[in-house]
Structures are given as C-alpha cells and as structure tokens.
C-alpha cells in the first residue's frame, strides 16, 4: 500500500558552508600520501572505481558509487554473512546486494543535477585512506549557466559498526532556486521486503523522522532491517518541506528548501543497520540504536570513527621512506584489510573481493588463511582469532563433507559462505566461451591443510593458548585426521595423495602435488604434536577430546609415520620438487614468446590445450617454499624459485607478491621489484582487468606479506622474532609496527642498521640473519648494524 505524507517543518539555521568546510578540515588527511584521489568522470570506469573507493568496517560495505548514479553505476551494500539462495537448479549461495541507502538526486526548480547533462566544471572522488571515508567534490554548471557545487562524504563507523553517515553540502554559486534532495532506498529485484510494524510518519520537527526498511535474504530467511534519519542544515531560517512516501519495495524522502545565490544548504543522514543474525529484533534494534545516536549528532559519530582509524593506523601503518608508490598502495592495501575485518563475530569470514563488490559471490576461500591472516596475527589478532572462529563454527559442516566423500576428520570445502558448507559451482562459463566442468570443491583439498596452517601460525606468534585448547586443537587433530584416511600407501610403503588440484589450477586432477603433499605432510605432523600437547598440558581437554572423536594411540602414532613416508616428487640432485606427477613431461613453453599481452594464459591457449604444457598458473611450488620455510632449506627455496618463475604465468593475483617476497630472500632484487610493483598494481592499476567486481583482498594481503616477510625478512620463530633484510636500492627506510606474543614491537630497517623498539613491558629474543638470539627487555630500543662481516650483535640504545 503506498501511503504519502507532507508536512512543513522549520529547519535548524547554521551555516552549511562554514559546517561543511570545517567538517573537511576536522575529518579529511591534509597529507596527499594519504589520499586516493579520482579526478574526472569515465563512465566505462565506472565500476571499477566504485570497487576501489568502497567504504567497509568488517560488519557492512558499500561501493563508491555516485549518489544520483549512472548509466553503468553498479551500487551496492553487502552486510557480512548474509547470503541469499536462489531456487534455480544449480544455485548456490551468494553475498546479498541489499538497499542503496547512498541514493541522493539532487534537482534545482524541478531540474535533476546529472553529471552527463551539462559541464562538468571539477569533479573529483577521494578515499582518505587514513580516515576510512570517501569524499566527494563535483562543481558543475547545468544548460541554464547556473552553477552548483557539491561536497559530500560517507563512511561506515569503525567505531560504531552498525551506523552508517552520508552528508551532501549544497552550494548555489551564481542562482537562487528551489532544492530538492531525493533520497530512495529501494528493495533490489527477487528480494523480499519487511514491512515494519506500528511504525508512523513524526510530523514534529523536535523528533526527528525515522525511516524504515527491511529485506529478507530469499532462501535464507534472515532480515536486515536499516533505518534512517536525515535533516538539512540551511543558511536561513525559511521553512522547509518534506514529504515521505512508503510502500513495499521503496522509501522515498523528498526534502525541499529555497536557496539564495551564494548560499548553501547541506543533507545530513544517518543510517542504522541490524541483522537477524546478532539480533532477534532488528528492526527495534536499528530504532533504539538511531534513538541513541541522534542527540550526539553527526559531527560526534564522525570524530569517534576518525579516532578510531587513527587508533587502527598506529598498530599497521607502514612507511617506505624512497618510495611513495608503493607506500600508498601498501596504504591501499592496509586500509581495505583494516575495513574487511570484524573483530566482534567469529561466524563470518572474508570473501575473496572482502565486502567491495560481488564476484566470486562473497565466498570464502583459502585466500583468507593464506594470504589475509598473517596481516592480521602482527597488527590486530582478536581480528585473525575471530576469522579462524569462523573454521571451527563450520566445522561440522567440514566434517560431513569429508564422510560423504568416504574420509574421516574434516574436509573445508574451497568455496564456503555462512554454513561452512561446500558452495563451489559445478560449471563455469570460461573467458573463451567454453562452458567448463569445475571439479574444485572435489579436488582442490589443500584448504584443509591451509586451515591447520593458519591455525597453528596464530598460536605460535600470539601465545593465545585458550584458543588452541578450545579451538584450534580440534581443528589441526580433524584436518590430520582427514589426510590420514585421504591419502593411499603403495607397496613401496610410500604414501601417496591422487586426484587433486593444486594452487596450479591450469591442471586438474593430477596425483602428488608436491605444494599438496607436502602441507599434508606438515598437517599430519602437527596432528601428531597436538595430541601430544593436549596430553601433556591440557589432559582434561585432551581427554574430552579423545572421547568425542574416539582417538586412539595406534591412530595417532600412524599420522607422523604417513608424513615421513609422504612422496614429495624431490630430487636431491637438482634440489627441485617436480609439481606433481608427469609434470616434466609436459610441453614447453616459452612464455616471453607471448610477451607482451592482455590475457591470461588459458584463455590465450584454452583450457585444453593449457593443460598440456608446463605453464603453471600461480605461485605453487615456490608458495609452498615459502610457507614451508622452517623445513626447506634455503638453496631448495632458490633452486624451485629459479625453475618455476619462468613457468609461471600469473593467471592469479595471489601470484605476484609471493614471487615478490621469494626474490626478495633469495637476493634476486631485479625481479623482486618488478613482482612488487605487480603486485601493487592488481587493483590500482586493474592489471588484472577485473577489479570492476571488487578488489583483490588475498591479493592486497598478500603485497603486506611481500614488503614485511620479503624485503624486511621478518620471521615469527617458535622463541624468536628474526630478521633478514633485503631492501630495494632506491629504499631509505622501511618501517612498520608488529605484534607478537602480546609485545608491541616497531621495526625500522635502513640499509645498514634494524631498530627495534619494544613498546611495552617484556622480554622478546631478536635474531638478525640467523645469528645468535638476543634477549630484549622491554620498554626500549635495540639496534644491530650491518658491516661488511655481517650484521653486529644487538645492543641497546634507550629505555
């Protein structure tokens, strides 16, 4: 039923000019190294930008799409979690695109502003990467001359993360009219709307008017409900007028006001937003919530944001003294990691574009426990605690997939969303046209071993043994367990893992892949150490455990026997791990022959025909070098470096920064530089040609590892934080802040010297190059300094 109500309403006198000038100055990073700045309009653009400026906090985000849109604007909100499900054969579930709350058209006497229609006099977009906020200033001169200027921001609350703030400043330069802000939330198509209940137009402008919306997730039943209030602050004390009008699928709030030539007049708007998921009444939720925002007002809930971006910068911000490139893309990078992470639910985890756009439909792959969790575990780990939650709150979805495949223990599926159920589709429509089987949530296994892995990478560099006891423990024991019943043994008695996808995905279903075998390896053997952990310091736990799962001894006496008898396809003699079985007897192919080029390779050659050569698709072999750095030694890491770089053709963005950050240990400078800038350009420069469906987020994790890992050679050891230095020539310094084992460490590496300063009271063991260990007492500063014997012995300089 479509209701309408208008009313007169005195809006409140300021100065929305001074207001809007001096909530810039307050708000927006004055450095430019900060800011990410979009000057001009390309339409065919258009999505990638809106990809690149989204705003997020780990709990809602929304792309940087034009408040009154265009022909290609592809806006979008996506709340973490919430999935909807079709009920078309073959569906599987994707990241819900819920109500637009950032529409905003603007018309002058009835004439609507439209970037296309006129003269664009300035028009730029900035992300203040600093500040989590996304700005707008557009100057434009319609065909009647007249001249408006618009500036706006909007940004989702890293310290309220269910509000929302979006506010237009208005200013008529040469005209005096009447203004009329449109604002529409609309119900996206095939997607159910909720109707509030008892809820009523407030026609007294001492309370103010709160507007309601829910969706319900098709397939899923959960409801998100938003619910928003706007006011206009205006230069004089004329009346303004607003009408409402609701009905099922949209809510439209029209606020008209006159304005003088040279004056302004500014929209603000907050938006509150709830979930079923976190409460049982969201619509209610989302009210009380508005209620208690309101009387603080907007400038307060901005400044609380800011202070708490600033807050986040001082524990991840990392600076390249030489290099302002990459400085703001690792700034980039950073800032969407930051926006992606929910410290506050361990149900959810990141999807491969994070909350930026739609691809790859918000699932959750290895991406997170590979290339985003380290990030994580040095500047903010109840962050990374909270995403490994998430592996163990699916576990018992894990676990069924591995029976109704005939294994035990759990088997992750490659593609998860909010049951932790296995999500990949089964066909692919391929760049070439070809309609492609997808075998990957069968095959691709090696995100078992990557849970375990991120796992016990968070114990051991945090210390967080009440997480390992109650959480993680049962999750490495599973995922052993997996490999254990998933592998066979030969009559040689070695053991074997067949029909599998590796990282490699130009080539499936391929037996013993080495990067698959040797983490199923690592997982059996930390299987084995848990047990005996568990049994050792945790006994009660451990006997739960054991009468939960029905453990044995002879079991679990069988997992470190597997990994040792675990074909890995080595050669002692040329130091190489073949990829996997039949892999050197693949054709050749030079890949500089292709050189340059706009594609990748299997669409190039074709999905048959790719998988009858030697050109693998990104980091697998080498990725397992690097991961497996404690049990490779370092001429095996340089020896399968040298011989897959050649072949590898960077079908992925998960490629580069491992190419980078290998290079850079093994000395290989030259290459190190240019997979770095790679890297740094996957979605900044879109040389992937696809961050129209969201950034990279694997990726942009993957470039901190590159910088921190590579070139700084930081290592978390067992009793140690290590260092091996590797900068690039043109680098003066490169520094960044740390966290390991509860100690605040800042890391500042120049050519010839490492400080590190230690925030807190601790004592922390610091080894430079392999060099005997040091131990630091905190607070202070130590400094080792390289001569041209090697680096000298720690010494301290303050406390």
Not at 487 to 503: A, F
Request: proline share 5%; net charge negative; aromatic share 10%.
């Amino acid at each position: 039923m479509y209701s309408a109500v208008s009313f007169e309403e005195q809006l409140r006198p300021a100065d929305p000019k001074a207001a809007s000038g001096l909530m810039a100055a307050q708000l927006r990073a004055q450095d430019p190294k900060w800011l990410l700045i979009e000057d001009g309009f390309t339409l065919a653009r258009e999505h990638e930008i809106e990809s690149l400026f989204a705003i997020a906090n780990g709990y809602v985000g929304n792309r940087g799409s034009l408040a009154e849109g265009s022909p290609l604007s592809a806006p979008a909100t996506f709340v973490a979690g919430i999935f909807r499900q079709s009920d078309t054969p073959g569906a599987v579930p994707e990241l819900m695109t819920l109500p637009d709350w950032t529409a905003v058209k603007i018309s002058m006497d009835g004439q609507a502003l439209n970037i296309q229609g006129g003269e664009i006099l300035e028009h730029r977009r900035i992300l203040d990467l600093r500040r989590g906020m996304f700005w707008r200033e557009w100057r434009h001169r319609d065909h009647h001359g007249r001249i408006t200027r618009i500036s706006a921001f909007r940004l989702a609350s890293l310290a309220d993360r269910h509000l929302l703030l979006h506010s237009i400043t208005l200013t008529a330069e040469n005209y005096r009219s009447l203004v009329q802000f449109e604002s529409c939330m609309e119900v996206p198509e095939g997607t159910l709307s909720v109707l509030a209940p008892d809820w009523k137009v407030r026609s007294n402008s001492a309370r103010p008017n709160v507007l309601p919306l829910a969706v319900r997730a098709p397939g899923r039943g959960t409801t998100v409900a938003f619910g928003v209030t706007s006011q206009i602050l205006s230069e004089t004390e004329l009346p303004g007028k607003r009408i409402v009008a609701i009905d099922q699928r949209r809510i439209t709030e029209r606020c008209e006001i006159e304005v003088e030539v040279g004056s302004a007049c500014q929209l603000e708007r907050l938006i509150s937003i709830f979930s079923s998921r976190e409460s049982n009444s969201p619509f209610e939720s989302a009210m009380r919530h508005l209620k208690q925002v309101i009387p603080e007002g907007m400038s307060k809930a901005a400044l609380a944001h800011v202070k708490k971006w600033e807050s986040r910068w001082d524990t991840a911000d990392v600076e390249i003294q030489g290099d302002d490139f990459l400085e703001q893309a690792l700034r980039f990078a950073i800032y969407h990691l930051i926006s992606s992470a929910n410290p506050d639910d361990g149900r959810v985890s990141i999807g491969a574009r994070a909350l930026t756009g739609a691809a790859y439909k918000g699932h959750v792959f290895w991406d997170t426990e590979i290339y985003m969790l380290p990030f994580y575990i040095f500047t903010y780990p109840l962050a990374a605690r909270k995403l490994l939650e998430y592996r163990y709150h699916t576990l018992d979805a894990a676990r069924d997939k591995a029976l109704s495949y005939g294994f035990r223990g759990a088997m992750y599926p490659w593609e998860s969303a909010d049951t932790g159920e296995e999500v990949t589709p089964t066909t692919v429509i391929a760049p070439s046209g070809e309609v492609l089987k997808i075998r990957n949530g069968e095959l691709e296994i090696h995100i078992t071993a990557a849970v375990a892995f991120a796992i016990w990478q968070y114990w051991q560099s945090t210390g967080d043994d009440e997480f390992f006891v109650h959480f993680g423990a049962e999750i490495v024991l599973e995922c052993a367990r997996f490999w254990a019943s998933r592998l066979t043994t030969e009559k040689d008695q070695t053991c074997h893992i067949g029909h599998v996808i590796g990282p490699d995905e130009y080539h499936d279903d391929v037996d013993d892949s080495a990067y698959t075998n040797l983490m199923a390896a690592w997982t059996l053997r930390r299987g084995a150490e848990t047990a005996n952990l568990l049994e050792q310091r945790w006994p009660q736990r451990w006997q739960e455990l054991c009468r939960k799962l029905h453990f044995t001894r002879e079991e679990l006496l069988r997992w470190p026997s597997f990994a040792d008898r675990m074909f890995t396809g080595f050669n002692p003699d040329t130091r190489l791990f073949e990829q996997f079985r039949g892999y050197y007897a693949k054709e050749h192919v030079e890949l500089a022959d292709y050189e340059p080029r706009t594609a990748a390779m299997d669409v190039i050659l074709g999905h048959e025909r790719i998988q009858h050569t030697d050109i693998v698709k990104q980091a697998d072999v080498v990725l397992a070098t690097y991961l497996l750095q404690d049990e490779v030694s370092p001429d095996v890491c340089a020896a399968n470096f040298r011989y897959y770089e050649p072949r590898t053709g960077h079908g992925s963005s998960l490629s580069p920064s491992i190419h980078a950050l290998v290079a850079a240990r093994i000395g290989e400078n030259r290459l190190a530089h240019n997979y770095l800038r790679q890297a740094s350009e996957i979605d900044l420069g879109n040389n992937m040609g696809n961050a129209a469906g969201g950034v990279h987020a694997a990726a942009l994790g993957g470039l901190w590892q590159a910088v921190v890992f590579g070139f700084a050679g930081f290592r978390s050891r067992k009793d140690a934080v290590s260092f091996a230095p590797n900068l690039l020539p043109h680098w003066k310094r490169l520094s960044f802040p740390l966290e390991w084992r509860g100690t605040r460490l800042r890391v500042s590496v120049e050519p010839e010297a490492i400080t590190i300063t230690l925030g807190n009271p601790a004592v922390v063991r610091l080894q430079v190059e392999g060099e005997a260990a040091y131990h630091a007492q905190g607070p202070g500063q130590y400094i080792s300094e390289r001569t041209a014997g090697g680096w000298k012995a720690w010494r301290q300089l303050s406390r």
